[in-house]
């Protein structure tokens, strides 16, 4: 009788607790926070679904070669890749690319990059810069030669002159016209030297 008791009561109570667990999901509250979650997880979801399309979840492209093109074949190229360009500087002037065409490019041709990526460019100036002639007058000749280049100029002939000073220099010229210490050429002129020959002038 006792144990038949026990049953009932245990039957019982999981009735009351089975009623009380319905009585609460049946709850607005209960509702509303479910909802909210329901909510959460989905915005959740769609903010990473969102970030991978955006960032094309580490898709990367090639970078394309940019040598010797203009900035605006350059826009194009970058923006048929989907990336943007920025552009650093002027390197000196080289006569083998066209003015202002692309000499250098960073990242590099071939290197792998993800979408919307700067490409940090440097352009051909549109001539060579001026540079000061030196005064290398009454300087020797190995003097003179390794002072003109380092400053970008070309040596062009070397024409001798009596006077008592050998392989000093006497005059400088440019395409036939003398110049003077002081005046400006552009990099890379090719200059004459008048030398002397070490001979007395009779």
Same mark, same amino acid.
């Given at each position: ?11 019982? +109570?999981?009735?009351?607790? /089975? ?7 049946? =709850? ?8 909210? $979650? ?7 979801? &769609?903010?990473? !679904?969102?970030?991978?399309? =955006?960032?094309?979840? &580490? ?7 940019? *040598? +010797?093109?203009? %900035? *605006? ?26 003015? !202002? ?8 041709? $071939?290197? !792998?990059?993800?979408? /919307? ?10 001539? !060579? ?20 280049? =380092?400053? $970008?100029?070309?040596? &062009? ?15 400088? +010229? ?5 110049? /003077?210490? $002081? ?5 890379? *002129?090719?200059?004459?030297?008048? %030398? &002397? ?6």
């Amino acid at each position: 009788m006792q144990k038949r008791l026990s049953a009932r009561h245990r039957k019982a +109570k999981k009735t009351q607790m /089975n009623d009380i667990l319905i009585k609460i999901l049946k =709850s607005t509250l209960v509702k509303n926070l479910l909802l909210a $979650g329901l909510i959460l997880l989905v915005l959740v979801y &769609g903010l990473l !679904f969102w970030l991978r399309q =955006s960032t094309h979840h &580490g898709e990367k492209l090639p970078v394309p070669d940019l *040598s +010797k093109k203009t %900035l *605006s074949e350059v826009e194009k190229v970058l923006d048929a890749q989907g990336m943007r360009y920025v552009v650093m500087d002027s390197a000196n002037y080289n006569p083998d690319y066209p003015r !202002f065409s692309v000499i250098d490019q960073t990242p590099k041709p $071939g290197d !792998f990059v993800k979408e /919307n990526r700067k490409i940090y460019l440097t352009i051909n100036p549109s001539d !060579f810069n001026d540079v000061t002639i030196p005064n290398i007058i009454q300087k020797t000749y190995r003097q003179a030669e390794p002072t003109l280049i =380092s400053l $970008g100029f070309l040596i &062009g002939d070397t024409i001798y002159q009596p006077n008592l000073a050998r392989d000093v220099v006497l005059e400088i +010229k440019f395409r036939n016209r003398k110049v /003077n210490p $002081g005046e400006k050429l552009k990099k890379n *002129s090719r200059l004459d030297l008048i %030398l &002397g020959d070490g001979k007395k002038n009779f």
